[in-house]
């Protein structure tokens, strides 16, 4: 099915360790965004990749780091995680069309725990 | 930055009523956009609506971009229809960089 997929769906890590959450599309859409969403609270930017090639920050970049691996993949690295990077992780991908205007279609989430 | 705010925070339904759902905003904005997070996470973008009405089924959309606010309706409201409501809008102009709301979490009972 087309969409975006996000690995692991789970993620147990002890504080100090690292790991890359992995996202791929294959839409063919330009941009790609990783979010994370606490509990009570709307979605929060951490990175985007507005087209291949290119990362930027969001909202919450610190402890983050990205790569726009090629138009389909963009990764998101926790080099030492801490316990404030427990959350539910999304991956999105978006495109313009003049039809339907700004389009995004969503991951479903990984689940990340630091203990 | 843009501030978006969504009222009411909950809402408890029966099967068949209606229910408007609304979402105001600081600044102007060039895209406003609804998404549904269903009860188990999946999040789905509902609509674009910069300004004016759009309609997809049972839900419609309208913003009224001069006065800073969207509303979007649900008819005839479903079980399937329960999960959280969020409504975002550009941060800084970027069209890249939605700023969420808090959302509305609707529960319909059966």
């Known amino acids: 099915n087309a969409g975006v997929t996000q690995t692991p769906k789970f993620q147990v890590l002890k504080t100090g360790q690292s790991m890359t959450l992995q996202c791929a599309q294959d839409?063919?859409?330009?941009?790609m965004y990783w979010y994370r969403q606490d509990p009570g609270m709307g979605l929060r930017l951490i990175y985007y990749?507005?087209?291949?090639?290119?990362?930027d920050k969001g909202e919450v970049p610190n402890g983050y780091n990205v790569s726009r691996l090629n138009k389909r993949e963009f990764s998101l690295r926790l080099e030492s995680a801490a316990p404030s990077q427990t959350s539910v992780y999304f991956c999105?991908?978006?495109?313009?069309?003049?039809?339907?205007?700004?389009?995004?279609?969503f991951g479903s989430g990984t689940r990340l725990t630091v203990v | 930055g843009i501030q978006v705010e969504q009222s009411p925070p909950d809402l408890i339904l029966q099967e068949g009523a209606n229910s408007t759902l609304r979402c105001n905003f600081s600044?102007?904005?060039?895209?406003l956009q609804w998404f549904h997070q269903n009860p188990w996470g999946q999040l789905i973008n509902l609509f674009y609506?910069?300004?004016g009405t759009k309609q997809n089924g049972r839900l419609s959309a309208t913003t009224v971009a001069t006065e800073r606010y969207s509303l979007l309706y649900i008819s005839s409201s479903q079980t399937t229809d329960s999960g959280v409501y969020f409504c975002?809008?550009?941060?800084?102009?970027?069209?890249?960089?939605?700023?969420f709301g808090k959302g509305t979490l609707l529960t319909v009972n059966p």
């Open positions: 999105a991908s978006s495109e313009y069309s003049s039809a339907v205007g700004y389009g995004y279609t």
């Open positions: 839409m063919n859409h330009n941009s």
């Open positions: 990749s507005a087209s291949e090639g290119t990362t």
């Open positions: 600044d102007s904005v060039n895209n």
């Open positions: 609506i910069p300004s």
């Open positions: 975002a809008a550009p941060a800084g102009g970027s069209n890249y960089k939605l700023t």
